[in-house]
């Protein structure tokens, strides 16, 4: 397929990272378009987890929110936000949290609280909701956003959810066992943290995408692999399948499908 | 002891100016109801608590109900920002509110620490989080038996919680089936507790046997309002309005938009439009 937005590439390369053995605490927004798109697609078991307690969700329809009827109707079971806070993130089930972000920093840090000064923001986000917790305790993190120099940003104004911190060591320094972002997915490029420093370095360039392009679109000196290679476009089924979902999606939260 | 009262009453008798106060919900059963009838009895001073300020809070600030907000999400889930409380925030208006953030977490244990009794709850959390630096209320614990750090916050005790449920029985036990949310501790946490539901059946016998139930002697006031929970859910009765959600994004950009579609919508409205409300979404 050659007729592609970069919107759809971004989702179409991170339902491609997971598979059929994971279980995902899924994010709403670009996440949850991925994961559902994952599941329908080359890992029709991944196990879905929305917040909202829905374990094992297969939805129909993208949900507007984390918490639509829609995820406990297809779910194997629902349990209490506690019972999921605790036992299933907290408690270590959890392979994958896939998040999305405001602000991102090169080392994964993620600002989804305000933009300007805490007491006196410029812009009141709407907060972290599980994001502190999800960043620390899942095995790892993914996370996928639209480029641009606002979002991604040579230095974050809060610490939402902790990344990679300073790079390096940072984590294990604080205490935290888990691995952290290892997967960065925006419509231009696909990332990967440098073992070492633990930056983001581009590893996939999407099609058509040129080396400038991703660096006119992020806020910090982009570093490049070695050997960067071209994403693979987008075949027909997995392209199908996202649009038949979210055109199923518009038409359910326009309020014409119920 | 559970009492049957209209909600006009169930309200007036149990939140004060003043109060602490939780109408929990998470997108399922939000009782939206219970909160127009607090913004029609104009109460003032609340602490309101919740983990997802939604579409009720925003009103209820908007308002100029609410003097704190005590939260870990304040969005309008999948649509975006909650504009009357930026607009509290950044604008002061109508009036300034102090904010405490917490994360989802640490909101939902707080909760099971309050309806446990316990004066806190520990868990693994905040690490590397920003909320430590600007909110004097996460603290730590050192375990006693591993040297582990871990975060510790106060657990919720509110005043009164509003929940809205599927079905209470004649006697004024509640049942509620969904996504569960956080009612159940929020509930049991609150030295006081109103429920709205969808309507009263007989008993509950016959059902499974691990469905959530709240006791009657764990609930102050039942109200009947069938709809009560729109534009948010009740599971098995009606769906998510979505279309209202996506709306609302647009009536609360604008502060005269806002206060008319209050006026008409509940200032000069009562529980009884609710009914109306879901008949489409049946």
Same mark, same amino acid.
């Given at each position: 397929?050659?007729?592609?937005?970069?919107?759809?590439?971004?989702?179409? !390369?991170?339902?491609? &990272?997971? $598979?059929?053995?994971?279980?995902?605490?899924?994010?709403?927004? /670009? %996440?949850?378009?991925?994961? =559902?798109?994952?599941?329908?697609?080359?890992?029709?078991?991944?196990?879905?987890?929305?917040?909202?307690?829905?374990?094992?969700?297969?939805?129909?329809?993208?949900?507007?929110?984390?918490?639509?009827?829609?995820?406990?109707?297809?779910?194997?079971?629902?349990?209490?936000?506690?019972?999921?806070?605790?036992?299933?993130?907290?408690?270590?089930?959890?392979?994958?949290?896939?998040?999305?972000?405001?602000?991102?920093?090169?080392?994964?840090?993620?600002?989804?609280?305000?933009?300007?000064?805490?007491?006196?923001?410029?812009?009141?986000?709407?907060?972290?909701?599980? !994001?502190?917790?999800? &960043?620390? $305790?899942?095995?790892?993190?993914?996370?996928?956003?639209?480029? /641009? %120099?606002?979002?991604?940003? =040579?230095?974050?104004?809060?610490?939402?959810?902790?990344?990679?911190?300073?790079?390096?060591?940072?984590?294990?320094?604080?205490?935290?066992?888990?691995?952290?972002?290892?997967?960065?997915?925006?419509?231009?490029?696909?990332?990967?943290?440098?073992?070492?420093?633990?930056?983001?370095?581009?590893?996939?360039?999407?099609?058509?995408?040129?080396?400038?392009?991703?660096?006119?679109?992020?806020?910090?000196?982009?570093?490049?692999?070695?050997?960067?290679?071209?994403?693979?476009?987008?075949?027909?089924?997995?392209?199908?399948?996202?649009?038949?979902?979210?055109?199923?999606?518009?038409?359910?939260?326009?309020?014409?499908?119920? | 002891?559970?009492?049957?009262?209209?909600?006009?009453?169930?309200?007036?008798?149990?939140?004060?100016?003043?109060?602490?106060?939780?109408?929990?919900?998470?997108?399922?059963?939000?009782?939206?109801?219970?909160?127009?009838?607090?913004?029609?009895?104009?109460?003032?001073?609340?602490?309101?608590?919740?983990?997802?300020?939604?579409?009720?809070?925003?009103?209820?600030?908007?308002?100029?109900?609410?003097?704190?907000?005590?939260?870990?999400?304040?969005?309008?889930?999948?649509?975006?920002?909650?504009?009357?409380?930026?607009?509290?925030?950044?604008?002061?208006?109508?009036?300034?509110?102090?904010?405490?953030?917490?994360?989802?977490?640490?909101?939902?244990?707080?909760?099971?620490?309050?309806?446990?009794?316990?004066?806190?709850?520990?868990?693994?959390?905040?690490?590397?989080?920003?909320?430590?630096?600007?909110?004097?209320?996460?603290?730590?614990?050192?375990?006693?038996?591993?040297?582990?750090?871990?975060?510790?916050?106060?657990?919720?005790?509110?005043?009164?919680?509003?929940?809205?449920?599927?079905?209470?029985?004649?006697?004024?036990?509640?049942?509620?089936?969904?996504?569960?949310?956080?009612?159940?501790?929020?509930?049991?946490?609150?030295?006081?507790?109103?429920?709205?539901?969808?309507?009263?059946?007989?008993?509950?016998?016959?059902?499974?046997?691990?469905?959530?139930?709240?006791?009657?002697?764990?609930?102050?006031?039942?109200?009947?309002?069938?709809?009560?929970?729109?534009?948010?859910?009740?599971?098995?009765?009606?769906?998510?309005?979505?279309?209202?959600?996506?709306?609302?994004?647009?009536?609360?950009?604008?502060?005269?938009?806002?206060?008319?579609?209050?006026?008409?919508?509940?200032?000069?409205?009562?529980?009884?439009?609710?009914?109306?409300?879901?008949?489409?979404?049946?």
């Amino acid at each position: 397929m050659t007729n592609f937005t970069p919107t759809e590439m971004m989702t179409i !390369a991170a339902a491609r &990272a997971l $598979s059929n053995d994971d279980v995902c605490f899924v994010g709403i927004g /670009a %996440p949850s378009a991925a994961c =559902n798109v994952a599941r329908l697609t080359h890992a029709p078991d991944i196990t879905l987890i929305y917040e909202s307690g829905t374990i094992g969700t297969a939805p129909e329809v993208l949900p507007l929110s984390i918490g639509d009827g829609e995820l406990c109707e297809t779910a194997l079971c629902t349990v209490s936000v506690p019972e999921m806070f605790r036992y299933w993130l907290m408690g270590g089930r959890i392979s994958i949290g896939f998040l999305g972000a405001a602000q991102l920093d090169r080392f994964g840090n993620i600002n989804t609280t305000v933009i300007g000064d805490y007491t006196h923001p410029k812009v009141r986000l709407p907060g972290g909701g599980g !994001a502190p917790e999800i &960043a620390t $305790s899942c095995g790892e993190i993914f996370i996928t956003l639209k480029q /641009a %120099p606002r979002s991604m940003v =040579n230095t974050i104004d809060f610490f939402t959810s902790f990344g990679h911190g300073e790079g390096g060591d940072h984590r294990q320094r604080l205490g935290i066992s888990t691995k952290g972002p290892t997967l960065l997915i925006t419509d231009l490029a696909i990332w990967r943290p440098d073992p070492e420093s633990k930056e983001f370095t581009v590893r996939s360039l999407h099609k058509g995408v040129t080396r400038q392009q991703v660096q006119d679109n992020c806020g910090w000196p982009v570093r490049f692999a070695a050997s960067v290679e071209e994403t693979p476009e987008p075949t027909e089924l997995e392209l199908g399948t996202l649009r038949d979902l979210q055109a199923r999606t518009a038409a359910a939260h326009r309020g014409d499908a119920r | 002891m559970a009492e049957f009262l209209s909600l006009h009453d169930a309200v007036q008798r149990n939140l004060r100016d003043g109060d602490m106060v939780a109408f929990e919900g998470f997108t399922h059963l939000i009782p939206h109801a219970a909160a127009h009838e607090a913004i029609r009895q104009g109460i003032r001073d609340l602490t309101l608590l919740r983990m997802t300020p939604d579409i009720i809070y925003d009103q209820m600030i908007g308002m100029g109900l609410a003097r704190k907000v005590i939260f870990s999400y304040a969005g309008n889930p999948g649509v975006g920002l909650l504009r009357r409380m930026r607009d509290a925030i950044e604008h002061s208006y109508p009036r300034g509110i102090e904010t405490v953030e917490h994360s989802h977490s640490a909101m939902a244990q707080a909760y099971e620490a309050g309806a446990s009794g316990l004066p806190c709850a520990v868990f693994r959390g905040y690490k590397g989080a920003g909320l430590k630096e600007v909110n004097p209320d996460i603290k730590s614990v050192i375990c006693p038996f591993t040297g582990e750090e871990l975060a510790a916050i106060p657990s919720h005790r509110p005043d009164v919680t509003f929940i809205h449920a599927q079905k209470a029985s004649e006697k004024g036990d509640v049942l509620i089936e969904g996504i569960i949310g956080v009612q159940k501790e929020a509930a049991l946490a609150a030295k006081r507790v109103v429920v709205t539901v969808e309507e009263v059946v007989p008993s509950f016998k016959g059902l499974h046997p691990n469905l959530t139930i709240l006791p009657h002697w764990t609930i102050d006031a039942v109200a009947v309002v069938p709809g009560g929970a729109h534009p948010s859910y009740t599971y098995g009765y009606y769906a998510r309005d979505n279309a209202a959600y996506l709306e609302w994004d647009k009536i609360s950009a604008d502060r005269e938009a806002f206060s008319a579609w209050m006026e008409a919508n509940v200032l000069n409205a009562g529980p009884e439009v609710f009914v109306q409300r879901v008949e489409a979404l049946r």
